[in-house]
């Protein structure tokens, strides 16, 4: 009985792997990979990342400086250090492997469409069972939202495949105790700011799930936990080059934060603080925005209801559900006060959102007709996406496409062509 229950599971676990992989293949399936870029930053991004490769091979340790103004001069779109590095160093990577061109670089974000879906996959098991959490991580990867910057070379989706696996490690820290969640969590917190600083708005909802989970009276002795203070530091510390660079070579986006830029929505005006909520339906669908607020609304029910040691004995510890209201209000709060806004901006703060379309449909379905439902709700948004809402593109870019060149003489030049 007991082998029987053991290979079901196992079959269920590789078809739930099978599916996240099938659906990051037809995101890529469908994406533009031949130059035809559409946003005007995709290229950029693109160049960043050849950039970072080129440097690599060419080690030009004797004038890195003059070396890459050289890059710059030659190829002017290149916009390396206006945010941080990171994702440019992953897509170096995959230019290394697989050749420097668009389809190279979308590879690149498709790994990350792939790490969201792991990540979400994982995270909604937490509170639901295993098609619906299926269902929760299809929905989320094939969102319109998702399925759009999934689909381009752009920073958005990278961030907020990085953001959930954060919390996903940083969660089953403060269910297991186990340090190395602790480490895996925090490093990826860092990653996520390296690719893009606006990744700092999580970390007060992790504050406030880790002062709950050490209880009312013993909350602040976490503050005597020499790991939790030493990862606190050494993430700081980490964090400090990203914050520099940014502020020495990101001062647009400096300006846009704080809102001298002017381009946009002012504080003072309500249509700022009701921007992202107007922009959810269309990010991940009507249909799951409902129901989200009827879940929302269950879920803070739930936890302002029933006492901690009973949520616990139930297998989900109450700040459980606080850290994922938490999640959304924060992040909508810092994305809201952020001058210049964008349906891209807030994609990092969806996750709750699917997780509590999914709760409101266990909370009036049978368990297997709640389960079934949730995993249509996800199949569907995502063939929707897929089916309806192509990849705008732009051809102009073909005529300027990615270039490799390799004249033996010139190796140690920038060999990625795109202007």
Request: proline share 7%.
């Amino acid at each position: 009985m007991l082998g029987h229950r053991f290979n079901r599971t196992r079959v269920e676990r590789l078809a739930v792997a099978a599916m996240l992989f099938a659906a990051t293949a037809l995101l890529l399936a469908t994406s533009p990979v031949r130059g035809d870029f559409w946003w005007q930053d995709a290229p950029r991004h693109a160049l960043n990342g050849a950039f970072v490769r080129d440097f690599v091979v060419g080690l030009p340790w004797h004038d890195p400086i003059g070396w890459a103004v050289n890059y710059y001069i030659r190829y002017p779109s290149l916009t390396i250090l206006f945010y941080p590095p990171l994702f440019y160093a992953v897509e170096a990577i995959f230019f290394a492997a697989l050749g420097v061109n668009h389809f190279a670089a979308q590879c690149a974000v498709s790994a990350f469409v792939l790490l969201l879906g792991v990540a979400s996959y994982r995270l909604a098991r937490l509170f639901l069972p295993r098609w619906s959490a299926l269902g929760v991580a299809l929905l989320i990867m094939g969102a319109p939202g998702t399925a759009l910057w999934g689909r381009q070379v752009m920073l958005d989706v990278p961030l907020e495949a990085t953001l959930v696996a954060s919390v996903l490690g940083f969660v089953e820290y403060l269910r297991r105790r186990r340090p190395a969640w602790l480490y895996g969590a925090a490093a990826l917190f860092v990653a996520a700011l390296y690719i893009k600083l606006t990744a700092v708005y999580i970390a007060p909802p992790l504050l406030l799930a880790l002062f709950m989970a050490r209880g009312r009276a013993a909350g602040w002795t976490v503050l005597r936990d020499r790991r939790v203070v030493l990862t606190a530091i050494l993430s700081l510390v980490a964090t400090i080059p990203a914050v520099l660079l940014t502020l020495w070579f990101g001062a647009v986006n400096m300006m846009n934060v704080t809102g001298l830029a002017g381009t946009n929505l002012a504080l003072t005006d309500p249509r700022a603080w009701v921007f992202y909520a107007r922009a959810i339906p269309g990010q991940l669908g009507y249909v799951p925005t409902v129901l989200a607020l009827i879940g929302a609304a269950a879920l803070a029910w739930q936890a302002a209801a029933r006492p901690a040691a009973d949520q616990t004995k139930a297998g989900r510890p109450v700040w459980l559900p606080i850290l994922m209201l938490s999640w959304f209000v924060f992040g909508y709060l810092f994305f809201s006060a952020i001058s210049v806004r964008d349906p891209r901006h807030d994609l990092s703060i969806l996750f709750p959102v699917a997780l509590c379309a999914a709760l409101a449909l266990h909370r009036f379905l049978p368990r297997p007709t709640a389960q079934a439902s949730t995993l249509a709700l996800g199949v569907l948004t995502m063939a929707y996406s897929l089916v309806f809402l192509p990849v705008p593109t732009v051809r102009g870019y073909q005529d300027r496409r990615l270039r490799r060149r390799q004249p033996a003489a010139q190796r140690h030049r920038p060999v990625f062509r795109l202007s």
